[in-house]
């Protein structure tokens, strides 16, 4: 555990309240590990918030994709940031919707997981987003696991599944890197397509088991996400996985490319000098989630078809608007 919250995310701006949770399909690789972003009801009772690095092995394995010694980079990355919990209600009680929410898959970085985009997708999800990010299993996430049938001498003490983790791939120095992410990516896009299909399957009333103890009960979303509004989103490899899930799977309906993770809103504190808090430019972190928020609904308005007053910030996505590039393409009308 750490010892203050160095993260200090927005507040929501939307009307409503976000719940989130986990879940894990399947017992091998081949499966689904995806976090649940959504819109949920107040809880009668107080509800956990849940860590934003939620387990101790995603801090070695940030600190083994920035070539820092896992053990004494681990337990300096746990310490400034083991602690910082998300303001979402965990597992909280979804809020169903009879017309269904739209749904918006999210592909993380290299070096990432899923759990680091949580400021932008709350967001999403307090203006009436479902919002599901995969955590990716090629390699490319800074560390992930799966969970598989424990060995019989184990399951006397009731451990009938066990983790296996699965370290980021680093390159090896006589590989070309277009070959191993080429690969990559379309493993990523198969992984963006089987959370599809699983939310369609839940959303249909079909029962998917998430394997995860505790994890979210999937049932409750029973009729509530609106299968004909889906996009894809990404950040950074992500983008890619994005571009090329709208090609392979025609349920999508638009893409975007996302350039900023949680790592913006580290306060002025020691940890943010290993992730580049130098060269992300003067722009105030909370105006740019702003401003790119906003042109993302608009965006998603238009391309989704949407019943809402996003399109109130179509300026934006115009190339027009404070804190925006002076002389942006002026192709961004066809967006």
């Known amino acids: ?7 200090s995310f ?19 690789p081949e499966g689904s590990f995806f976090r649940l972003f959504y819109p949920c009801q107040a809880a009668e009772d107080a509800t956990e918030q849940p860590l934003w690095i939620p387990r101790y092995e995603y801090c070695t394995g940030l600190a083994d994709y920035l070539h820092v010694n896992k053990r004494w980079g681990g337990l300096l990355f746990n310490l400034a940031m ?17 017309s269904g929410y739209p749904l918006i898959i999210f592909s993380h970085g ?34 992930t696991c799966f969970c598989k049938q424990a060995p019989e001498e184990r399951q006397p003490t009731n451990e009938l599944l066990e983790e296996e983790w699965i370290p980021y791939r680093q390159l090896k120095k006589e590989e070309k890197e277009f070959h191993v992410r080429n690969c990559q990516v379309h493993q990523r896009v198969k992984e963006c397509t089987q959370v599809l299909k699983i939310l369609q399957k839940v959303t ?3 029962t998917v088991l998430n394997i995860l103890p505790g994890g979210l009960d999937l049932m409750t979303l029973k009729g509530s996400i609106d299968m004909s509004c889906v996009a894809v989103m990404g950040h950074s490899f992500g983008g ?3 571009i090329l899930a709208l090609a392979k799977e025609t349920q999508f309906r638009g893409s975007v490319h996302r350039s900023q993770t949680d790592f913006a809103f580290v306060s002025e504190h020691w ?3 290993f992730f580049s808090t130098d060269t992300r430019g003067s722009l ?25 007053n996003y399109d109130q910030w179509n300026n934006l996505i115009e190339g027009i608007g404070p804190s925006l590039i002076p002389g942006a393409p002026h192709h961004l009308s066809s967006l």
Not at 110 to 131: I, K, N, P, Q, W
């Open 284 to 308: 105030d972190p909370y105006e740019g989630q702003e401003v790119v928020v906003r042109a993302m609904l608009a965006f998603l308005q238009k391309h989704l078809d949407l019943k809402e």
């Open 82 to 98: 083991g602690s910082s919990r998300l303001p979402v209600s965990w597992n909280g009680p979804f809020k169903t919707k009879d």
């Open 110 to 143: 290299l070096g990432a997981f899923r759990t680091l985009y949580s400021a932008f997708c709350m967001e999403l999800a307090s203006h009436g987003f479902v919002v599901a990010v995969s955590e990716h299993r090629d390699g490319s996430a800074a560390t």
């Open 240 to 242: 890619a996985t994005a």
């Open 271 to 273: 940890i943010g000098k």
């Open 10 to 28: 927005p507040p929501v701006t939307g009307p409503h309240l976000v719940g989130c949770g986990d879940v894990m399909e399947g017992q091998s």
């Open 1 to 7: 555990m750490g010892v203050n919250q160095s993260v």
């Open 204 to 206: 249909s009333g079909q």
